[in-house]
DNA sequence: TATTACCGACAGGCAGTCGGTCTATAAAGT
DNA sequence: ACTTTATAGACCGACTGCCTGTCGGTAATA
């Protein structure tokens, strides 16, 4: 029973398959046999639309990056919104993300998935590091912020927000997360020079 | 041509092998075929000694983090220099690193070796930031440093630093590289609420 | 003589390759 | 208009070579 189809639906046929197995099981604990029992296809097929079983996670995460920066690109020049709001609701949405990104990001944070962690934090860092540090650039202009670094002030706490809240990089209770995220919060104001407790109102305008 | 050794003697021989494989070739990179091969045993020895290839790179990442972490408390214990002097010195400890693990920092910042990259971030961050913590404490009651937050503002420098610095997470050039360096002294005051330039003052003298 | 260290053949599973097959569509012939 | 032929894109599955981990058995040491 040979099916022959366009090759991007099957392209991405294959994305969806890996997409849940790597979520499931990890991507070294995935066999591309795995993948291509999933989606009905034979083992040749496979190896025609991607080179290589890395190729294939490569694809993943680009699909993913593609949608999660075109969000916060969005988010971030709609210039009724405050700036104060408006960085809130770009990070907001690297961590909510919408419907079938969702997964990916919920089964990642898996020692198995290294490798794919890592690749998407790279994009996650130097794509939405310059979004973030534009808005700042228009919270200096309006006499929000002050810092001669705004570009690495935000490196410096996505990375740190990245790995301290998505990984499994240091184990933490639920109150010593209150607490950096407390932390967190008064740690930014002191780099971007902002009026102390100015983040914080706003950020209890949203709870959490 | 059989050869019998103490046990401990054998399990440094394969961990010496698989550091050096490792660094060149990556964990994936390298087979077990390889370690055994290089130590020059047969496939029934190595699986004595080690339950798996990763329980390998588990010994390799303990045997090394025992030995920097022992030299970072070292030096921070040392109460005799001056606290931003001791900052300094444990930081650059991290980097240099002596002789035998020296080789394993060199080459693992390449995306093959992101899980053993991973493992190693966990147990510097979690092992160095800590004693990084109580020298800022001291620092504190000096009247030199300002924060109600010293743990959170190490973790966060350390991570980024390792990030930034260790990783190829963030392409730079070596200009942009040098303005990284200048940008974090400066927040690092801030995080700390430090007198500015103290710190710059004192990195000089280091050169760097 | 018992324990500790060691051996190497073997099983099972894996990623990636390759020669060949099917099918849809376009071009050529009638 | 209607069939035949050509071509390229999509697909197939057997096969290769490598890899990790196991296991029954063997030599050395105390």
Request: some cysteine; overall charge negative; aromatic content about 6%.
């Amino acid at each position: 029973m040979r099916v022959v189809k366009d090759a991007e639906e099957r392209r991405n046929e294959i994305l969806d398959a890996a997409n849940e197995l790597f979520a499931q099981k990890g991507f070294d604990g995935t066999s591309t046999n795995d993948i291509l029992e999933k989606v009905g296809i034979a083992r040749g097929t496979l190896y025609y639309h991607f080179k290589s079983k890395e190729d294939i996670m490569d694809a993943l995460i680009e699909r993913y990056s593609v949608r999660l920066i075109g969000a916060a690109q969005e988010i971030a020049v709609d210039k009724s919104t405050p700036v104060v709001e408006r960085i809130i609701r770009v990070i907001m949405a690297l961590n909510i993300s919408d419907g079938s990104s969702q997964e990916i990001m919920e089964h990642i944070h898996k020692p198995q998935n290294a490798l794919m962690h890592q690749k998407i934090q790279k994009v996650l860092i130097n794509g939405v590091t310059p979004i973030l540090a534009d808005i700042i650039r228009e919270g200096i202009t309006q006499g929000l912020f002050n810092t001669p670094f705004p570009y690495e002030c935000m490196e410096m706490v996505m990375i740190y927000a990245n790995t301290i809240f998505d990984d499994d990089m240091v184990p933490m209770t639920n109150e010593e997360l209150a607490h950096r995220a407390q932390a967190l919060v008064y740690n930014i104001e002191r780099l971007l020079g902002a009026e102390s407790g100015s983040l914080m109102q706003v950020m209890q305008m949203f709870g959490s």
